[in-house]
């Protein structure tokens, strides 16, 4: 079973910290792979927050694929992140040949675009960019967005920190808000598409345990919205809804959870809300999730969020002092990042709870 | 020798041929009062016997006129197999014996086509059996506990709108309710079918009605029931109780002038409207109720004489599917005010999915449900040409619909409820389950329910004599003194019971599978052995 975890910080953390968050959690075979999201960062891309960057890897073919289109649609290239593999023997990774982490600044005419318009063409971008990759098997691009970095490899998380010097804490990766995980889908295909953390349009989430109803939701999803393609995992469900819900209905983030896990009829019908709630059990049917899940998520604004399923059978543990409030699928890890924390301030979410927390680190609680 | 032709109807012309024993028979006469087809007589038969009761040969000829219970010859009355001499008998003296030899199919149309009831003889294969629940939660995720767990077993009926048309506003970080949308309830996935008042006795169809009233009111498990084409009680028709029930409308209109007299009177809104356009059993047939079965309440229920009732094929009114939901399903939402649902009832057909597409692309959201009823549905009476040689399976139908409603992101807009066979081996509930996860919100059953108060017919050539107006358990019959023969209590327990066991059983399919909520759709859940089945729906093929 996927362990995840994700870390808010008042000050920018290195990816060092989230392994250690990660690695105590491992239980026998189940760390195949690392992935990470970092949101609002610092060290070398701290000068470009507000320009798209791009994360992907690729073949020497595939990256230059990827400069042809970028350079064709008039994107300029400001800042790259070129680690330098560490190729020691023995290290267990199935490594690409190029990893680029790149800022571009946008095309000229996008100044005159609003908000919603700059958001479509990045989608676009890197949709028309995985497109481009696909068609000869010559890489995967991950996320293209300001202020926004994945990284996603096969093998031993430790080994994968190694290669990529990740040990080091050398600065050049630090971010406020991270999101990893450490299992490459051991149970399906191993594609790199498949290990979440997943991104879409300012949206980062990732979930463990297995969603059950993968199939209506995918069925459902699939004509939605463009940007919903792949399900290498059926974990990008729970992204796509958490997108459909927020982002373009507008629906607020209560509703998330109302969609996902909804409350049952019996208790529907004793409520004021009751309408509004039939109504999304109607029309939204087929993103609900029913099987053993947790979601930690992070929205646009920022603000992390973390819940269950209907039935807490994937639990989940928030811990936190004054600088850090930490999510993670087993408390262990917050134990070995956080061993000082005050632990009567642990939050364990219930089977309706979600948990919001901001910006400033303050947490909001509430329940469906 | 009797003097007879060639030409001539014997015993072993028939279907069924009666065993009779009369060495174990007391005369008592009860298998000749309950058969009621006439199909056996009392008679005499002469017997001649030698015997010899000395120790040295002393042959005496004897000779007796015994009575005896005779089969009759007959295309008429001949023996439908029901087996209710055997049941009455105190003394295993008859049974009716199934006859490989029969001619009766093809000698009795002198008077045109064979008319029956049941359900298709020739097309009794089934793809649901071909079907298992193969997707076992092991270790990936966890099972439920049937028992303990809660499970939120519930059905859709209703237009369900898309998303973006739900009339929903942000205020205060809520969503509020902005105008209307069209009327949804959610009931339990198993709706009882339509069947009339006129094909059933009064008494069974009151005996399904009392099942649907203990299952809401004492089980809260709610089961709606179709009242079919034949009107309702008028009493019905005003009481509380009239939230159960969806009140059909076909071609013949038969009952209508009575519901909308006693529309100002009535307490509570219907659970729906259901316009029958076809049925699964006589596709582009309509109903058929003849003149046997039109006693006189019957025939005030339905506001007509004395006369075979044979609804037409179509509904007048119905030139094309835009015209059916201007006139049909916007003046029955308007007749209830726009607060219940109307939902529609087609034959299984190649055209299916084109009926549906056009409806869930109706831009007055009109419609609540799409039934479709396979060629595995019952009927009280149809030609049998129609039962045995029209329709169309209903599992394929329910996918196709399902996906071509998915492929334009209108996945559920539009309930399906998929029926025709469901329960024939027995065990609905895994029946339901499988067209469930293939993409029906639920189901709807009949045959299953008249079995469960009796009915031995089956798709082998049993019985099947729904039409004559002289079924031998009670049931699809008017014949006061053959309605006796149901103890309507006993059949109401029948089918409650029955419910009660089909809930436990779809949790049983439920939890090992992981789900609390209904599957709907979930084909994943699903493998099949055959491997055109498994193409065809989109599963797994296993072996």
Redesign the interface.
């Known amino acids: 079973m996927c362990r995840i975890g994700s870390i808010k910080s008042k000050t920018p953390v290195q990816p060092s910290v989230v392994l250690r968050l990660m690695l105590p959690q491992q239980e026998g075979h189940d760390n195949s792979g690392f992935a990470m999201v970092m949101q609002d960062l610092y060290g070398i891309f701290s000068p470009y927050k507000d320009k798209p960057l791009l994360s992907l890897v690729c073949t020497q073919k595939g990256n230059r694929l990827v400069e042809d289109y970028m350079d064709a649609h008039n994107f300029t290239k400001l800042a790259e992140w070129l680690p330098v593999p560490n190729k020691q023997p023995g290290l267990d990774i199935q490594a690409m040949p190029y990893y680029v982490f790149r800022n571009y600044d946008y095309p000229e005419d996008a100044a005159l675009m609003t908000e919603a318009e700059k958001e479509n063409l990045l989608l676009d971008t890197r949709l028309a960019l995985r497109k481009i990759l696909e068609k000869d098997n010559q890489g995967y691009v991950y996320s293209f967005w300001p202020d926004v970095l994945t990284l996603k490899e096969i093998g031993d998380p430790s080994d994968i920190a190694t290669y990529f010097r990740l040990w080091e804490d050398n600065g050049c990766l630090a971010a406020k808000s991270v999101v990893a995980q450490c299992r490459q889908n051991t149970n399906y295909d191993i594609v790199r598409y498949a290990a979440h953390p997943f991104f879409l349009q300012g949206y980062t989430l990732c979930a463990n345990g297995e969603n059950t109803f993968y199939t209506k939701n995918k069925n459902f999803q699939s004509s939605l919205h463009r940007g919903y393609i792949g399900f290498e995992s059926d974990s990008q469900c729970f992204l796509n809804t958490l997108h459909y819900v927020h982002h373009e209905l507008k629906w607020p983030l209560v509703y998330y959870k109302h969609t996902i896990t909804p409350l049952p009829f019996e208790e529907i019908n004793r409520r004021d809300d009751r309408e509004v709630l039939l109504g999304i059990r109607e029309s939204l049917a087929n993103l609900e999730i029913n099987g053993p899940n947790t979601v930690i998520g992070v929205l646009p604004d920022g603000n992390m969020i973390t819940c269950c399923d209907s039935k807490k059978l994937r639990p989940v543990v928030v811990g936190r002092d004054d600088n850090m409030a930490v999510i993670s699928s087993e408390v262990c890890g917050i134990n070995e990042i956080l061993p000082n924390r005050d632990q009567t301030r642990d939050i364990y979410p219930n089977e309706r709870e979600v948990v919001l927390i901001d910006n400033e680190l303050e947490v909001t609680r509430w329940k469906q | 020798m009797e003097a007879v032709k060639t030409q001539d109807i014997g015993v072993n012309d028939l279907n069924w041929i009666i065993e009779y024993k009369p060495e174990r028979c007391t005369m008592c006469g009860s298998c000749v009062a309950s058969c009621s087809f006439g199909a056996i007589k009392a008679a005499v038969r002469r017997q001649d016997i030698t015997v010899s009761e000395e120790n040295t040969p002393a042959p005496v000829h004897k000779h007796s006129a015994r009575p005896v219970i005779k089969q009759v010859a007959s295309l008429t009355n001949f023996c439908r197999g029901c087996g209710i001499c055997q049941k009455v008998c105190p003394n295993n003296a008859i049974m009716p014996r199934r006859n490989p030899d029969a001619r009766r199919t093809l000698l009795s149309r002198d008077s045109g086509p064979i008319k029956r009831g049941g359900r298709t003889n020739l097309n009794a294969e089934r793809t649901l059996d071909k079907i298992v629940v193969g997707r076992i ?1 092991q270790m ?3 099972s ?1 506990d049937a028992a303990r ?2 499970f ?1 077993i ?1 059905a ?1 009926f209703g237009r ?5 048309e ?1 009339p ?1 506003a ?1 205020e205060n ?5 902005k105008g209307k ?1 069209p009327p ?1 309830r ?1 009931i339990y996935p198993l709706i009882f079918s339509d069947m009339s008042i006129g094909a059933l006795s009064t008494r069974a169809w009151e005996a399904v009605a009392m099942a649907v009233g203990c299952l809401n009111e004492k089980y809260d498990i709610p089961v709606r029931m179709s009242s079919g084409e034949g009107g309702m009680p008028a009493k019905l028709l005003t009481s509380e109780y009239l939230k159960y029930f969806i009140i059909q409308i076909a071609s013949g209109h038969f009952g209508w002038n009575r519901i909308i007299q006693a529309m100002p009177y009535m307490k509570t809104d219907p659970a729906g409207i259901l316009i029958k356009i076809g049925q699964g059993a006589k596709p582009g047939d309509g109903g058929l109720l003849q003149k046997e079965k039109v006693a006189e309440h019957i025939g005030a229920i339905r506001g007509v004489p004395r006369a075979t009732l044979a609804s037409p094929p179509n509904h007048q009114g119905l030139y094309s599917i835009e015209e059916s939901v201007q006139k049909m399903h916007l003046s029955m939402n308007a007749a209830f005010g726009f607060r219940v649902p109307v939902a529609i009832k087609c034959a299984a057909s190649s055209t299916s999915v084109s009926v549906y597409n056009n409806l869930l692309r109706d831009p007055y959201k009109i419609c609540g449900g799409f039934f479709i009823d396979g060629i595995q549905g019952g009927t009280g009476a149809a030609n049998e040409i129609s039962l045995d040689h029209t329709g169309h399976p209903v599992v394929s139908k329910i996918r196709d619909c399902y ?1 071509a409603a ?4 209108l ?2 807009q539009i309930p399906l409820y998929g029926g025709g066979g469901i329960g024939m081996t027995g065990n609905a509930a895994a029946d339901a389950f499988k067209m469930i996860c293939l993409g029906a919100n639920g189901v709807f059953v009949g045959k299953i329910l008249i079995q469960l108060l009796g009915c031995v017919g089956n798709e082998q050539g049993r019985c099947n004599a729904c039409n004559t107006g002289k079924c031998p358990m009670g049931i699809c019959t008017q014949n006061p003194r053959l309605v006796k023969r149901l103890d309507v209590d006993k059949g109401a327990q029948k089918i409650v019971d029955y419910v009660l066991a089909f809930d436990a059983e779809l949790k049983k399919l439920m939890a090992p ?5 209904l ?6 859940a699903l493998v099949s052995t055959d491997a055109n089945i498994a193409n065809k729906l989109g599963i797994g093929y296993v072996c």
Do not use: C, E, Y
């Not at chain 2, 599978?513 to 909520?517: A, F, L, T, V």
């Not at chain 2, 599957?519 to 994943?524: A, L």
């Open positions: 939660s990936t995720d966890p439920l767990h809660t939120d519930r859709p369900v709108l898309g998303t973006k739900l929903f942000v970080g809520k969503l509020t309710v949308k949804v959610w996906l998915a492929k334009q992101g996945t559920g599978i992981g789900n609390s909520s599957p709907v759709g979930r084909s994943d």
